[in-house]
């Protein structure tokens, strides 16, 4: 069975080269200018929440889960192994990883094998 890697980074700390789809998320508006969410990460509610609430991000996740998945399907048909979908933002601690946890979740939903990895989450100086 085909694991899908879904993986936050942030591009200050260079980008993930070995992704399959990597999408800049960059351009929506960030909780780290919102001192209330700067402390937290996209998985935190209030983060996500502050994300997802610009129409133009859910309509961004739409478009881009359906053409993730003709893709995917593709790659499982001929048998590969593993696929690796990227969301960078500056930091990698909030957009990005709000990003890949709703990617993770909606795979997981519709019957994929699909893993959560947040590489630039931590770093020190995201918090």
Not at 72 to 75: C, H, I, W
Not at 123 to 126: G, Q, T, W
């Given at each position: 069975?085909?694991?899908?890697?879904?993986?936050?980074?942030?591009?200050?700390?260079?980008?993930?080269e070995e992704a399959n789809a990597l999408f800049d998320v960059r351009c929506f508006e960030n909780p780290y200018y919102v001192d209330e969410l700067r402390p937290f990460s996209g998985e935190f509610t209030e983060v996500y929440d502050?994300?997802?609430?610009?129409?133009?991000?859910?309509?961004?996740?739409y478009?881009?889960?359906?053409a993730v998945k003709v893709q995917?399907?593709?790659?499982i048909e001929r048998g590969r192994d593993?696929?690796?979908?990227?969301f960078g933002c500056t930091g990698g601690r909030h957009r990005s990883v709000a990003f890949?946890?709703?990617t993770c979740n909606y795979l997981k939903e519709n019957g994929y094998n699909a893993v959560l990895l947040h590489r630039d989450c931590e770093?020190?100086?995201?918090k």
């Open positions: 069975m085909t694991e899908i890697k879904v993986v936050s980074f942030g591009y200050k700390y260079g980008f993930i502050y994300v997802f609430s610009d129409e133009k991000a859910d309509l961004f996740f478009e881009m889960t359906q995917l399907d593709r790659f593993s696929y690796i979908i990227a890949a946890l709703r770093k020190a100086d995201n």
